[in-house]
């Protein structure tokens, strides 16, 4: 418990020191930096083509790729502020990415509940190598769920290695329900899902 309560409070932290902001074709590089970072990592079922430029052009088209930036100080928005708006650029670093998918192979698995749909899928979530273990990655999940939900979303749900012990504990801390297993891209996966009642009743907030 007491664990948890710190890991909290640092995440809230990080809630004020970072932003999410929907990607722009500028920030393409960095993110496929970031995705290749994440190959060949345990339980990484990425290959060396996917995700790559195709997904992110998908990704862009929905306007379904978000990245976490540390935020402006102060006196770097006074200065953009003073830039001619052609010529500004967000050379912030990306700390980490989530996108709002909408993968056809798993929107027909037949555990998904009818009667919390349409579902929408959280995916590719990645945190740069030297952010990680800092909460980042269940803040990402967090706004991926809101943004969802925003979107008209009655369920959310995503797949999770049966033996990445470590997301599957991140995962725990938002109620997810395991609704069955599976086998893609040759690995086997935990389906979670929860419902949009289910999370706002968790965290007393409610979605318009």
């Not at 409070?9 to 970072?18: F, H, L, N, P, V």
């Not at 999410?20 to 190959?39: C, G, M, N, S």
């Not at 959310?156 to 938002?174: C, D, E, G, Q, T």
Request: hydrophobic share 30%; charged share 40%.
């Amino acid at each position: 418990m007491k664990q948890e309560t710190t890991e909290r409070k640092k995440e809230e932290q990080d809630r004020t020191e970072y932003e999410i902001l929907p990607a722009t074709e500028a920030d393409r590089d960095q993110v496929l930096a970031l995705y290749q970072e994440q190959k060949g990592k345990e339980y990484c079922p990425w290959s060396d083509e996917y995700p790559g430029n195709e997904t992110i052009d998908f990704d862009l088209s929905r306007d379904a790729l978000y990245v976490m930036k540390e935020k402006e100080k102060k006196e770097e928005q006074d200065k953009g502020k003073e830039k001619d708006k052609e010529e500004e650029k967000d050379k912030r670093k990306i700390l980490a990415a989530v996108s709002l998918d909408e993968d056809e192979d798993v929107n027909r698995l037949d555990c998904w509940d009818p009667a919390i749909a349409p579902g929408g899928e959280l995916a590719r979530l990645a945190v740069r190598r030297d952010m990680q273990n800092r909460g980042l990655a269940r803040i990402l999940l967090d706004f991926g769920m809101r943004e969802w939900f925003r979107r008209g979303k009655k369920s959310i749900h995503f797949l999770v290695n049966r033996h990445n012990v470590k997301a599957i504990r991140s995962y725990a801390a938002f109620g997810f329900h395991v609704v069955g297993e599976c086998e893609m891209f040759d690995q086997e996966f935990l389906c979670y899902e929860i419902s949009k009642e289910e999370y706002e009743e968790k965290c007393k907030i409610q979605f318009m």
